[in-house]
């Protein structure tokens, strides 16, 4: 898989997106993250270390939600959803890695309504990739970038934690 290039730097598009966060959502109450797995929930985790709300932070699998699941299958590592605190009235922050077409926020968004009536969600996401299906926009981002229609970003995470991204075709 071929890198992408130097300014795409994954650690530092991902401390930007945090400085946009931290600014925006430093002082505001009831804020609770929610991260897409898999990415989603890397980037999340260290947001709420950052934040300094790791108590209200939870993990989503949007797999059973997604409009294309009869025609895709499931993945094949499914993992369980994890929202230990009172989604009801709070502001969450759903949190990806790469936005697309806006179907797994679709799904995100769906599945969380399941566990109450958030007072607001915001969505965040390392890469805006464009390509929009439905109407979905982040409220953070940290970078565009136009890839062909058989191209997939990964966001991945190495045993240091350490974040790369790589372009990969499908």
Do not use: C
Request: hydrophobic fraction near 45%; proline fraction near 4%.
């Amino acid at each position: 898989m071929p890198t992408l290039p130097h300014e795409l730097d994954a650690e530092a598009l991902y401390a930007d997106l945090e400085r946009q966060i931290a600014a925006v959502l430093g002082s505001t109450e009831h804020v609770a993250l929610v991260g897409i797995y898999s990415g989603g929930a890397w980037l999340a985790e260290r947001l709420a270390k950052a934040l300094k709300i790791e108590d209200r932070l939870g993990f989503i699998d949007v797999s059973f939600y997604r409009d294309d699941v009869a025609e895709k299958g499931l993945h094949a590592a499914v993992k369980p959803t994890q929202i230990g605190f009172e989604v009801e009235g709070a502001t969450i922050l759903l949190v990806d890695d790469v936005l697309y077409t806006g179907r797994t926020t679709r799904a995100a968004i769906n599945e969380l309504f399941d566990y109450g009536r958030p007072a607001r969600v915001l969505l965040a996401t390392l890469i805006d990739r464009g390509g929009r299906e439905l109407p979905v926009a982040p409220d953070f981002v940290a970078a565009t970038v136009t890839l062909a229609p058989d191209q997939n970003l990964i966001l991945q995470q190495g045993a240091d934690g350490a974040l790369s991204l790589t372009v990969n075709h499908a």
